[in-house]
T-cell receptor
Framework: DAKTTQPTSMDCAEGRAANLPCNHS???????VYWYRQIHSQGPQYIIH???NNETNEMASLIITEDRKSSTLILPHATLRDTAVYYC??????????FGTGTRLKVLA | DAGVTQSPTHLIKTRGQQVTLRCSPK?????VSWYQQALGQGPQFIFQ???????QRGNFPDRFSGHQFPNYSSELNVNALLLGDSALYLC??????????????FGEGSRLTVL
């Protein structure tokens, strides 16, 4: 199963872009990269996913390197409500997600 | 439209006991997955049910078993509880025929404490 590596924690000023990196150097050619976030002890919430092209939705943008060994989640204008643990996940089977320990993002006022 | 619902929200058991956790998937979803999340860790995949059968399984012992009912709801059973089974147990549902939307919907979890 492909493994992901993320920084343990990051801080971001409110209103600024938050860029969360993820390394997934062992990803296979047909494995998707997913991003979820978890606020306090709630269930994880889907943010975005992609295979090899950059993706954007109303919540965030996902930039995947050409060799697919790493990706970056971008929250364009972080708010205090974006404070959460962000998980970068490689799907290892139909809806079988291998979570890492995630990045604890703290948005500062 | 109710999302994924889990019960109970909290429970306390003692070592050696057995526990059953329940999950109702989001309306229209037929695939249910279970995850265990220890304090400070990311969720770990236990298993997945589709068409009332276990389709995928993570690295968990046989003490962890499950079931899916015809209405797609699911149960997670853990026998011979150990202190290390204390965790938040998350249920997630997804539509099998929904394509690769990526939206795995999680419930709020059942927090199990083993004393």
């Amino acid at each position: 199963d492909a493994k992901t590596t993320q920084p343990t924690s990051m801080d971001c000023a409110e209103g600024r872009a938050a860029n969360l990196p993820c390394n997934h150097s062992t990803i296979s050619g047909n494995e998707y990269v997913y991003w979820y976030r978890q606020i306090h002890s709630q269930g994880p919430q889907y943010i975005i996913h992609g295979l090899k092209n950059n993706e954007t939705n109303e919540m965030a943008s996902l930039i995947i390197t050409e060799d697919r060994k790493s990706s970056t989640l971008i929250l364009p204008h972080a708010t205090l409500r974006d404070t959460a643990v962000y998980y970068c996940i490689v799907e290892s089977g139909t809806y079988k997600y291998i979570f890492g320990t995630g990045t604890r993002l703290k948005v500062l006022a | 439209d109710a999302g994924v619902t889990q019960s109970p929200t909290h429970l306390i058991k003692t070592r050696g006991q057995q526990v059953t956790l329940r999950c109702s998937p989001k309306s229209g979803h037929d695939t249910v997955s279970w995850y265990q999340q220890a304090l400070g860790q990311g969720p770990q995949f236990i298993f997945q049910y589709y068409e009332e059968e276990e389709r995928q399984r993570g690295n968990f012992p046989d003490r962890f078993s499950g079931h899916q009912f015809p209405n797609y709801s699911s149960e997670l059973n853990v026998n011979a509880l150990l202190l290390g089974d204390s965790a938040l147990y998350l249920c997630a549902s997804s539509p099998e025929g929904g394509g690769r939307t990526g939206e795995l919907f999680f419930g709020e979890g059942s927090r199990l404490t083993v004393l």
